[in-house]
């Protein structure tokens, strides 16, 4: 399967902006068995960067990653749409308890919480 290369330039701007975020999500891909270049699961990895500062309430990393893919996504074409929309968005909650949750919905901006919407409906938490 081709890379598609505003993936290519996303995961590079993500790299420099968050080399030590990108580190771990290298580590982990490759621990569970993954080349670098599965972008859809290298996404995923970074996801769960986030998840695990926001269940830490760690703030200012929570929001510069989340700051920075909203921007990304206002910005971005249709492959880094889908790649922040499903690889991204659609796990980043997943599995955080309930104050968690409200914590990081307290950090997104609209154009982010759309895509949660759009896939999970108004949230319950």
């Known amino acids: 399967m081709e890379r598609a290369p505003s993936i290519i330039r996303l995961r ?3 790299a420099a902006r968050f080399p030590d975020d ?29 998840a695990e500062a926001i269940s830490l ?20 074409d249709e492959k880094v749409h889908e790649y922040i929309d499903v690889y991204y968005m ?8 309930e104050k968690s949750k409200w914590f990081g919905w307290s950090l997104m901006s609209s154009n982010l919480r759309e895509l ?10």
Do not use: C
């Open 90 to 97: 659609e796990v980043l909650l997943y599995g955080l308890d």
């Open 22 to 50: 990108t580190a771990i999500a290298d580590f982990r891909l490759s621990a569970l068995g993954f080349e670098s270049e599965i972008d859809s699961e290298w996404f995923e990895q970074f996801s769960k960067v986030t």
């Open 12 to 14: 590079n701007k993500i």
């Open 57 to 76: 309430r760690e703030e200012e990393k929570a929001k510069a990653h989340l700051n920075f893919i909203a921007r990304e996504l206002a910005v971005g």
């Open 116 to 125: 949660y919407v759009a896939m999970w409906g108004q949230p319950r938490f």
